[in-house]
């Protein structure tokens, strides 16, 4: 077995709402085999894993997966489920996962959860993907990992298996190093914790600790436990120990007595003049690291000023009494810990070193600040304090005897601490309020040395007289100690955080409005973005054509996927957001949000088939029905009452719409479903006597006449103002008023907002109209609106397909092209898409000259060539119809021969009636399911 490739769905997509991975996965010698072909597979692989025996599959419960095993299934299918349990092996709690066919013999999707905040550039679900593969192949091989459930490893969760040689457990613990290192600290993980439970989106750059909460104008940025208000200032003052100390002195803040040191001999002097016992310690250090403490003799100063490396340093009397660490934020005091140093107390058994292997043995230990705690590490710094208390590493200590292995109480350095938040004395809560105002910290982490924090400050005096007070300030403190103290009660410092930056219960959003169907996306999308921004709002939208803040394009790229989405939705500029989004981009990313407002759904009709998995109309309708799931509770699924497809999304169990405010859209004022709907009392946009309507219950409301509808043609473009409903209901759905929309509408530009969909130009006395319509429906849709204005004889069309689409598609696409042109020009897109040159110019034209037995086609090299020639072929008075590849390139062109926009039309076709809504379902076609 082997993986062609893995991708990342980074958000809610059409297998599961949290993100996942797809791998492909092809069996190479195992296609075609099934579990029950290999003798002692099934009995070998639960020896090597007793806990799959835990696994639902489809079965609901408990020893689903085992029946399946015994029963028969293929080898794809059991290494999802092997790749499932060593997530949850290595402390990765994630239960989802699905395996589907690709069409190809021996192929597969394997689909695996992934935790919501891991980072997108993990390499760990692919690293457990082939650790799956690989114990899956020893098993097939006759091999069995013996221990199972009998050997645990602390801190990987359930019953750990172990090969003979161990192979197995190494690889495990590697990977659940490997995931720890990627994962939030506590700090972060608790703030991102405590938003989620607030409904607030939370966004995680990579593997920083830097998280986005919120969206648009509304967003907040946090850092560890740094916010985006976090002073900078701040920042550097409570980084720089020695201005911290001037700061605190001036303003009467009880601070130990001290002084700058550049040189050794600056460091000894200052201790001569404090007396023993002093503090030397970098001016600008951090989390305890070259701290030296208990310096009584000169030569102790100088060989810690030696060992700092850093010629400038600070020198303080060591103040007695305990360290405290009080955490203040937004100006309040939310938690306090006593913090003890690095110790082990002596059993009369074991040396220092075996007694520092057992406490690193607790599974909130970790490297660094990955865990609760961090693993005491025995170094040069230890061994001289071990030799102060007349230890050595290899000493026993006696029974009930402490041995402190670091003089700092810092938890970095392996301390651990008490809470103590309901005992500080009113006078230290003043003070550390005090302190935090005077450094300007929003969040900020006071470290005090006193007799007891629940006593009396010592009254003041002059600085030199100080034994209690202030001995550090900290931007960014450490939260671990409060989240998770090894005694006293954890506080929730997280959750104050995130209401400090979220007051008043805001959950972070902006209103939000997802698009998406088969045809019409960009063009609702447009309208929309268009409507909301007359009521003042900064709009921000993604669409195919690119990126728009406010109205102006930040990048020209095809923006329907989830990067686009999160780029609107990081804007700070940005009040509320619309998102086309399209089928690729939900299929090979996953969306770019977890909740909308608003959900749009155009229409559902044939096209991609064939691609991503996707063989028929129903399958893209389950990814199309992403968007409809992924409408918050209460929020408002807009529907297209014409489309069968679109309205078997509203019973759909997973769309849950019982729980959303349902509108229905559409050209058919009398269809059942909206007649039944309205009935209730409920909303529907429709055209109802030439007029574009707002009903609810029985009440009318006209909005705008269909005659007047920007890029309709007089009404000719039928879909055009269904797209135009749509945009409404959603505009509507987020606050637009209806007495604005008819004065947005007309200030609406399509050629401007939407260039190249439905432009309408002339190059001397013939029209050009120009669009990308690429799929049956599309083109059955634009040559009635051509058949409407002009007639369905006076038609030219030149024409290209895009060759990623099947066959059937393509034929489909040339007979709607047959029914309504007798002259045609064909030409190739410059990216045939894996088709042979000519191959699809030659398809379409053998199915229309199947179809129609007047046709006159002509073959075209390129779209310039095309063009040039359909011009030819047409009379003054007729249309061109330019289907294109690319636009800019095309515009250029057009540009070149002298195209203008189009003049107001010609007397329409006599069977064109202005104000009639029509059925505008595409022509029949035989696609295939």
Same mark, same amino acid.
């Given at each position: 077995m082997k993986i062609d490739f893995l991708r990342r769905l980074r958000g809610p997509n059409v297998y599961v709402s949290r993100p996942a991975v797809v791998a492909r996965l092809r069996l190479e010698e195992l296609a075609g085999l099934e579990t029950t072909d290999v003798t002692g597979f099934t009995e070998r692989l639960l020896r090597s894993l007793p806990d799959l025996a835990e696994h639902h599959c489809a079965a609901g419960a408990p020893g689903g997966f085992v029946s399946r095993l015994r029963n028969g299934t293929y080898f794809g299918h059991v290494t999802e489920h092997v790749c499932l349990e060593l997530s949850q092996l290595i402390g990765r709690d994630v239960s989802f996962g699905r395996t589907v066919s690709t069409g190809e013999p021996g192929v597969y999707d394997v689909i695996v959860e992934c935790p919501v905040d891991e980072s997108p550039a993990s390499r760990v679900p692919g690293e457990l993907l082939e650790a799956a593969i690989d114990l899956v192949l020893a098993v097939h091989g006759g091999q069995a990992v013996p221990g199972g459930?009998?050997?645990?490893?602390?801190?990987?969760?359930?019953?750990?298996?172990?090969?003979?040689?161990?192979?197995?457990?190494?690889?495990?613990?590697?990977?659940?190093?490997?995931?720890e290192r990627e994962a939030a600290g506590p700090s972060t993980r608790a703030i991102i914790t405590a938003a989620r439970r607030r409904g607030i989106p939370v966004e995680r750059f990579d593997d920083l600790s830097l998280i986005r909460l919120g969206w648009g104008n509304r967003r907040r940025l946090a850092w560890a436990a740094m916010t985006d208000a976090t002073s900078g200032i701040g920042i550097d003052i409570a980084g720089d120990k020695h201005v911290t100390r001037r700061l605190l002195i001036e303003a009467g803040i009880p601070v130990a007595p001290g002084g700058e040191a550049r040189t050794q001999a600056e460091a000894v002097a200052l201790f001569a003049e404090l007396g023993a016992p002093v503090v030397l310690k970098p001016r600008r250090g951090r989390q305890g690291e070259r701290v030296a403490l208990n310096l009584n003799a000169a030569d102790e100063v100088e060989r810690a000023f030696a060992e700092t490396n850093d010629r400038d340093v600070v020198v303080e009397r060591q103040l007695s009494g305990r360290d405290y660490r009080v955490l203040v934020i937004g100006g309040e005091v939310v938690a306090a810990a006593e913090r003890v140093a690095a110790h082990v107390v002596g059993d009369g058994r074991a040396t220092v070193t075996e007694l520092v292997t057992e406490a690193n043995t607790d599974p909130r230990r970790g490297v660094g600040h990955s865990r609760e705690l961090t693993r005491i590490e025995l170094d040069e710094t230890t061994e001289r304090l071990l030799w102060r208390q007349g230890h050595t590493p290899g000493s026993v200590p006696a029974g009930g005897v402490t041995v402190w292995l670091r003089d700092t109480a810092n938890l970095s350095t392996g301390g651990t601490s008490c809470d103590v938040t309901d005992q500080v004395h009113p006078d230290v809560t003043r003070l550390c309020q005090r302190v935090a105002g005077l450094i300007g910290l929003d969040i900020a982490g006071i470290d005090l040395r006193l007799p007891d924090i629940g006593a009396p400050l010592p009254p003041g005096g002059e600085p030199d007289e100080v034994t209690a007070g202030v001995i550090e300030v900290n931007a960014a403190p450490g939260l671990r100690m409060h989240l998770s103290p090894e005694r006293g009660r954890a506080r929730d410092v997280g959750d104050v955080i995130v209401r400090s930056m979220f007051p008043s219960g805001s959950d972070g959003r902006i209103p939000t409005v997802s698009i998406t169907g088969t045809n019409g996306k960009t063009s609702v999308a447009k309208l929309t973005a268009h409507?909301?921004?007359?009521?003042?709002?900064?709009?921000?939208t993604a669409a195919t054509d690119g990126v728009a803040i406010d109205g102006r394009t930040v990048l020209v790229a095809d923006a329907t996927g989830p990067r686009s989405a999160q780029m609107v939705l990081g804007d700070p500029q940005v009040e509320a957001a619309v998102l086309e989004t399209a089928r690729g981009g939900l299929m090979r990313r996953g969306l770019g949000y977890d909740w909308s407002d608003v959900g749009v759904i155009t229409n559902i009709t044939a096209d991609h088939l064939g691609q991503d998995g996707l063989d028929s109309i129903e399958d893209l309708a389950h990814v199309k029905a992403v968007v409809a799931e992924r409408v918050r509770d209460g929020g408002t699924l807009v529907l297209n009452a014409d489309d069968p497809w679109v309205r078997s999304l509203a019973t759909r169990p997973r769309v849950r719409a019982d729980r959303k405010r349902l509108v229905w859209f559409g050209l058919d004022a009398e269809n059942p479903v909206v007649t039944e709907h309205l009935a209730r009392g409920s909303t529907a946009y429709v055209?109802?006597?030439?007029? *574009?309507?707002?009903?609810? $219950? =029985? &009440? @009318?409301?006209?909005?705008?006449?269909?005659?007047?509808?920007?890029?309709?043609?007089g009404g000719a473009a039928l879909h055009?103002?269904?797209?135009t409903l749509a945009a409404i209901a959603a505009a509507r759905a987020l606050g637009a008023r209806p007495e604005t929309l008819a004065d947005r509408l007309a200030e609406f530009d399509p050629s401007l907002a939407n260039p190249g969909r439905g432009t309408?130009?002339?190059?001397?006395?013939?029209?050009?109209?120009?669009?990308?319509?690429?799929?049956?429906?599309?083109?059955?849709?634009?040559?009635?609106? *051509?058949?409407?204005?002009? $007639? =369905? &004889? @006076?038609?030219?069309?030149?024409?290209?397909?895009?060759?990623?689409?099947r066959d059937d598609l393509l034929a489909a696409s040339a007979q709607v092209l047959a029914d309504g042109l007798t002259r045609v020009v064909l030409y190739e897109d410059s990216d045939p898409r894996g088709r042979a040159p000519g191959e699809v110019a030659g398809l379409v034209e053998r199915e229309m000259r199947a179809r129609r037995s007047d046709l006159r086609a002509v073959r075209a090299d390129g779209c310039q060539d095309a063009i040039t020639k359909a011009l030819g072929l047409a009379a003054p008075g007729e249309v061109v119809l330019v289907i294109y590849e690319k636009w800019a390139p095309t515009r250029e062109f057009l540009a070149g021969l002298g195209a203008v926009a189009g003049l107001p039309l010609m007397k329409p076709a006599p069977s064109f009636k202005p104000g009639v809504a029509r059925s505008f379902a595409p022509t029949p076609t035989t696609i295939r399911a």
């Open positions: 459930a009998s050997r645990v490893r602390p801190g990987l969760g359930r019953g750990t298996p172990s090969g003979a040689d161990g192979t197995l457990e190494r690889r495990l613990a590697e990977l659940a190093a490997l995931a409507l909301l921004s007359g009521g003042g709002m900064r709009i921000g055209l109802h006597d030439g007029w *574009l309507v707002q009903a609810t $219950g =029985a &009440r @009318r409301t006209p909005l705008l006449r269909l005659a007047d509808v920007p890029g309709a043609f055009v103002a269904a797209n309408l130009l002339r190059v001397g006395d013939v029209s050009v109209f120009v669009d990308y319509a690429h799929n049956p429906a599309a083109l059955a849709a634009t040559l009635r609106t *051509l058949h409407r204005l002009w $007639g =369905a &004889r @006076r038609c030219v069309a030149a024409v290209t397909l895009p060759g990623d689409r």
